[in-house]
């Protein structure tokens, strides 16, 4: 490269780096520009909750208040009375009470009173329409659904099927109850077949038990009816036993 053409070149990047200098000015002040035109984004406000967001707010905060007033009922002071000691020692019995176990139980002076707090129950159930009442059982004494009740409550219960009694279970344990105590003899000779096997099932579901042997030959043990049995039946003593007139089917 000769010195004439280093002279222009040395000219030339002279003249260029102002031009240079120019177009970064030029750009810093569109910059600039743009800047003072430009627009801050807006914050984005949150969507707007349904009309109804606050009805149901409350609605669940109502629901939440009502449960905690339910729950709160547990620990509310309450006076007790005579009264309302047995009507809680039946409630959560679930077996039959004599008097005499609901005096020890409730700490009283004399059946007399148990007596009465039972008569007032029953008067306060049948004024408020209540679907229970206290009712003698096996010598004692339990809350009772009111057999009208009965249609529902079948549907409710779900009877285990080793609980279930087969006809013959039923025939068998009729014979025991209405002529306790009996022998097995007897109890086979009236229902035609072998029962033995059907009172060891009676046996073992509590319905039936040994109640002695019989002064006969052999001395053969002679069967009865359990506890359990009036229980089940809703029976308080074998007194209560339908009578065979009763069972006879309607000419």
Do not use: H
């Not at 609901?102 to 004024?127: D, H, T, W």
Request: hydrophobic fraction near 40%.
């Amino acid at each position: 490269m000769t010195e004439q053409q280093d002279e222009i070149f040395e000219e030339q990047q002279m003249n260029d780096e102002p031009m240079e200098a120019i177009e970064v000015d030029n750009t810093a002040s569109d910059f600039s520009a743009e800047t003072d035109d430009f627009e801050e984004p807006q914050r984005v406000e949150p969507e707007a909750e349904p009309a109804d967001f606050e009805e149901n707010m409350f609605a669940e905060a109502g629901e939440e208040d009502d449960d905690a007033s339910i729950d709160s009922t547990l620990d509310e002071k309450v006076e007790t009375t005579v009264e309302s000691v047995i009507e809680a020692i039946l409630f959560a019995s679930d077996e039959p009470l004599t008097k005499a176990r609901l005096v020890k139980i409730a700490e009283l002076s004399s059946s007399a009173q148990v007596s009465e707090a039972i008569k007032s129950l029953n008067a306060k159930y049948r004024a408020g329409n209540c679907s229970f009442r206290v009712e003698r059982i096996a010598g004692g004494y339990q809350m009772m659904t009111l057999s009208v009740y009965n249609t529902w409550l079948i549907k409710m219960l779900k009877v285990k099927t080793d609980s279930k009694l087969t006809q013959a279970a039923l025939e068998t344990l009729a014979i025991i109850a209405y002529k306790q105590p009996i022998i097995r003899a007897d109890v086979e000779g009236i229902r035609g077949v072998a029962s033995g096997e059907m009172i060891r099932s009676l046996m073992y579901k509590g319905l039936v038990k040994i109640v002695g042997r019989a002064e006969v030959i052999g001395r053969p043990m002679l069967y009865g009816t359990t506890k359990k049995f009036l229980e089940v039946f809703g029976l308080n003593t074998l007194k209560d036993l339908p009578s065979v007139e009763e069972l006879k089917k309607p000419s």
